[in-house]
């Protein structure tokens, strides 16, 4: 099937600078100046990671995108940097977090980081390579079976049970700031550059990352469209942002892009997102892998099924690239030898 786009609105007023989060005249959920503080935080212990570019993938979009390297942050992706900015912020005690793979690592390391203990509550289907690294970082894993079992009542029984501080995925304004670096140091190295970006497309599960890399880029340029990317299937947010409600994911419905499988948008990432986004984009799996494949290719990055689907939705033609300077987020790098082999042998045989 090919990569779709899902109907949606055109650039919101809210693009120009606006609190994100409620109407108006409410407090804003998450401000430039939070990100900043994070930046602050995490400088020296977060990594800056680089913004690519390849003339061969320029030419395929027939555009100029310009790539941020997530996959090459601490722990393989961008989850440690909201991690790090949360935990710094809690009074002392240990941590329990939920996550399919990324955020437990961000959390595992950013905790031992601090001196603090970690539980994580992984379902029992996550990669082994994202259970293995987790555990190697010296966190507590249990496992439940995400299909019948409730990951978030696990999380507060857990909490209530040894006092830990729950830090959760991307429902938290602290996360969203942490995650907004992210777009922070976009915005700061093409500016350097001398460019000012016409759109860019994020990876979207829960919503925390491009919450706060749109906050950051939207306050650095007024004009700019900013998309969610997700897998067909799990398109909760495009599908949120065309009825004003969140939606929920249909039961059944797979996808390789385990990272981005959350149930449906956060209550708060939802509220920043429908005033700050441009719409929502929607790729297949085939898509996604041709895009890690020619990450390797041309960027020589690994990237993981859902790290990959902003650059899919750019090189599908998700988002018509012609002619625009687009900036596109690969969010991590967490992947299964053996899918990764399967992305390499991809039928999709583009250059």
């Not at 293995?132 to 496992?143: C, D, H, M």
């Not at 019948?148 to 602290?174: C, F, M, N, Q, W």
């Not at 994911?249 to 959350?262: E, H, Q, T």
């Not at 990450?295 to 902003?310: Q, R, Y």
Request: proline letters at 7%; glycine letters at 10%.
């Amino acid at each position: 099937m090919n990569a779709a786009v899902t109907d949606s609105p055109a650039p919101r007023p809210a693009q120009q600078p606006a609190p994100p989060g409620g109407s108006s005249g409410e407090a804003p959920i998450v401000t430039i100046a939070d990100i900043e503080a994070a930046a602050v935080r995490l400088a020296g212990v977060a990594w800056r990671t680089p913004l690519l570019s390849s003339e061969a993938l320029d030419a395929a979009v027939g555009g100029r995108l310009l790539i941020k390297a997530e996959p090459l942050q601490r722990t393989g992706s961008f989850k440690f940097r909201g991690a790090c900015n949360t935990i710094a912020q809690l009074p002392p005690g240990p941590v329990v977090a939920y996550s399919s793979g990324n955020h437990a690592q961000g959390v595992a390391l950013a905790a031992r980081l601090a001196g603090r203990e970690a539980t994580i509550i992984m379902p029992s289907d996550a990669p082994a390579i994202k259970q293995a690294n987790t555990e190697r970082l010296g966190a507590t894993l249990v496992l439940y079976d995400r299909h019948s079992e409730d990951r978030e009542a696990i999380g507060a029984e857990i909490a209530a049970r040894t006092g830990a501080h729950l830090v959760k995925p991307y429902d938290d304004p602290r996360i969203i700031a942490g995650q907004g670096t992210v777009g922070l140091e976009m915005a700061e190295d093409v500016r350097a550059m001398g460019i000012v970006p016409d759109a860019a497309i994020v990876c979207c599960g829960g919503g925390g990352l491009i919450a706060g890399t749109a906050t950051a880029l939207c306050h650095a340029f007024s004009e700019i469209a900013v998309f969610s990317a997700e897998p067909l299937g799990f398109d909760d947010t495009a599908r949120s942002l065309l009825s004003g409600v969140r939606e929920g994911n249909v039961p059944g419905a797979v996808s390789i892009c385990d990272a981005l499988l959350a149930p449906m948008p956060g209550e708060l990432t939802l509220a920043v997102n429908r005033r700050l986004l441009a719409g929502g984009l929607v790729v297949d799996d085939a898509a996604v892998l041709d895009a890690m494949r020619r990450a390797f290719l041309e960027l020589k990055v690994v990237v993981e099924p859902g790290g990959a689907v902003a650059l899919a939705a750019a090189l599908s033609g998700a988002l018509d690239c012609r002619g625009k300077t687009v900036l596109v987020v690969l969010s991590g790098g967490n992947v299964d030898p053996t899918r990764f082999r399967e992305a390499l042998d991809s039928a999709r045989q583009r250059s």
